[in-house]
């Protein structure tokens, strides 16, 4: 929910840059697939992620536009994660789009950045010749980046690039919260507000999952809200995981507007044809009373003020 009117002095650099921003579990992966179908638009793959310093892997790329049947079956079927688990060779081979911390840490960019923590030219220079060479390889437009731990690097980011923008997807937290509890990684996952302390050892303390779950959502939120209060206005588009399941049609070309790349009534076709099933609700018969009120008293104020009904309303300022 971010009112700032905040303006840099660009130079220019970062108009070919968009960076997604969201809470785990928000819909960001679903939103960066469906916008790297797009013609002109550039992205890491889960073989450059492995050769971040590679030349030949993101023209590799370009091989998934040959087979449209084959790439989606790979993005978006079933088993489509970014570990590629149970799927057959020819959907293991298709190039994915992925978020590619690599391509990041190559260029000495922290994951768990420090308070003090000031991007270097150098780490500019880096990060910028890297995506170029990513968009030009892919004879794109736009190169666009979605990783988690950028929720965390927004202020450096529109330092080295002043002209980026920024997509930012929220979604409700109740589902969010219970949506993670289901993700492979995330039992042994460092999170970063926690010291760097795993959901595993927060539970083996006695703390109780779901409650940190759902406090990792509020969280992410704060960093990214604040994080964006950097960003001139302008270059922020902010959109809710339920519009994007419920309101495609209209959403969709708003965000292509939005990117700057010329309209593609084909990428526009492919991704309105994408079947997405909503289960933002599901909490409500799968969670019971105890589990409900955690849920309550984590999220209670945050889920008010991007006005989630259900829960008492009242307001704060992230």
């Not at 905040?6 to 108009?15: I, M």
């Not at 087979?67 to 989606?72: D, G, T």
């Not at 010291?195 to 303390?205: A, I, Y």
């Not at 960003?231 to 994007?244: A, C, F, K, S, T």
Request: net charge neutral; aromatic share 12%; proline share 6%.
């Amino acid at each position: 929910m971010i009112t700032n009117n905040y303006s840099v002095d660009t130079n220019g650099q970062g108009e070919d840059i968009l960076f997604i921003v969201g809470a785990g579990r928000s819909g960001t992966t679903l939103l960066y697939k469906g916008l790297c179908l797009h013609p002109d638009i550039a992205w890491v793959s889960n073989y450059l992620a492995k050769f971040p310093g590679s030349a030949f892997w993101p023209l590799f790329n370009r091989i998934t536009k040959l087979f449209p049947s084959v790439r989606k079956r790979s993005w978006f079927g079933s088993n489509s994660n970014a570990y590629f688990n149970k799927r057959n060779f020819l959907l293991k081979m298709m190039p994915t789009p992925v978020e590619g911390e690599s391509v990041f840490s190559r260029c000495g960019i922290p994951v768990f950045p420090p308070s003090d923590w000031n991007i270097s030219q150098q780490q500019i220079r880096c990060l910028e010749k890297t995506f170029r060479n990513i968009r030009k390889a892919q004879g794109a437009k736009l190169f666009i980046s979605k990783r988690t731990a950028n929720n965390r690097r927004i202020p450096q980011l529109i330092k080295a690039f002043p002209e980026a923008k920024f997509l930012y997807i929220v979604r409700d937290g109740r589902a969010t919260a219970t949506s993670m509890l289901r993700a492979p990684w995330w039992q042994d996952h460092e999170v970063w507000w926690l010291n760097g302390k795993t959901p595993r050892q927060w539970e083996q303390e006695g703390g109780h999952p779901l409650e940190l779950a759902a406090k990792n959502w509020v969280e992410e939120i704060k960093e990214i809200e604040t994080g964006l209060r950097s960003v001139p206005g302008q270059q922020i588009m902010q959109i809710r995981y339920e519009d994007l399941i419920g309101n495609a049609d209209e959403l969709w070309p708003s965000i292509e507007a939005f990117t700057g790349v010329p309209h593609s009534e084909i990428w526009l076709e492919e991704v309105m044809g994408l079947v997405l099933t909503n289960q933002n609700r599901s909490w409500e018969s799968t969670l019971d009373t105890e589990e409900k009120e955690i849920l309550e008293r984590v999220q209670s104020k945050m889920l008010a003020y991007f006005g989630y009904h259900g829960f008492s309303s009242s307001e704060i300022d992230p």
